[in-house]
T-cell receptor
Framework: SAVISQKPSRDICQRGTSLTIQCQVD?????MFWYRQQPGQSLTLIAT?????????ESGFVIDKFPISRPNLTFSTLTVSNMSPEDSSIYLC??????????FGPGTRLTVT | DAKTTQPNSMESNEEEPVHLPCNHS???????IHWYRQLPSQGPEYVIH???SNVNNRMASLAIAEDRKSSTLILHRATLRDAAVYYC???????????FGQGTRLTINP
């Protein structure tokens, strides 16, 4: 298993600003995943982050809007840039230390006003 | 990614078994069937996964049809804590990303 923490747990931000979300894992993992969950919706994968290489983004998500860093095997950040109210969502990171079993963080609840 | 179909919602009573169905008629031979659940205000939680044979763990059982076009997640004795959205997901063993559908919202009555 894996224990994942995220910071901040929630934030209220003004449009046009940026927020960086941190994800810390208690063990070394190769890949980390970032998801978005819009209000009342299911989860959508934003990108996959490998340590030492550029993140791989899913269709509809771009690096300029959601830059990701992966400086080591236990940590990653996701930045939500130039925010608009449509970015109000829960952002979650996850890891898969055991094949087939993915573990999620508690999420960061972002509200953009 | 192959598609899954689940009922939007289900209701059951505490201490009774719950059978959550999932249809996946376009499943390929290399797709694994995964189940996750999301309790209120929490991130998703891994429940169980399988390929062809039925699987059991401490949380649940997974019954897979012989043709693999459907599966059922079985909670043997539901508690109030089992109230959650349950997601049935297909994925290739080699692919680590999860593609979530809308899931089934399970309500447990005391």
């Amino acid at each position: 298993s894996a224990v994942i923490s995220q910071k901040p747990s929630r934030d209220i931000c003004q449009r046009g600003t940026s927020l960086t979300i941190q994800c810390q894992v208690d063990s070394q993992v190769t890949m980390m995943f970032w998801y978005r969950q819009q209000p009342g919706q299911s989860l959508t994968l934003i990108a996959t982050a490998n340590q030492g290489s550029e993140a791989t983004y899913e269709s509809g998500f771009v690096i300029d809007k959601f830059p990701i860093s992966r400086p080591n095997l236990t940590f990653s950040t996701l930045t939500v840039s130039n925010m608009s109210p449509e970015d109000s969502s829960i952002y979650l990171c996850s890891v898969e230390p055991t094949v087939g079993e993915q573990y999620f963080g508690p999420g960061t609840r972002l509200t953009v006003t | 990614d192959a598609k899954t179909t689940q009922p939007n919602s289900m209701e059951s009573n505490e201490e009774e078994p719950v059978h959550l169905p999932c249809n996946h008629s376009t499943i390929s031979g290399t797709d694994y069937i995964h189940w996750y659940r999301q309790l209120p205000s929490q991130g998703p939680e891994y429940v169980i996964h399988g390929l062809t044979s039925n699987v059991n763990n401490r949380m649940a059982s997974l019954a897979i049809a012989e043709d693999r076009k459907s599966s059922t997640l079985i909670l043997h004795r539901a508690t109030l804590r089992d109230a959650a959205v349950y997601y049935c997901i297909l994925r290739l063993r080699s692919a680590q990303k999860l593609v979530f559908g809308q899931g089934t919202r399970l309500t447990i009555n005391p």
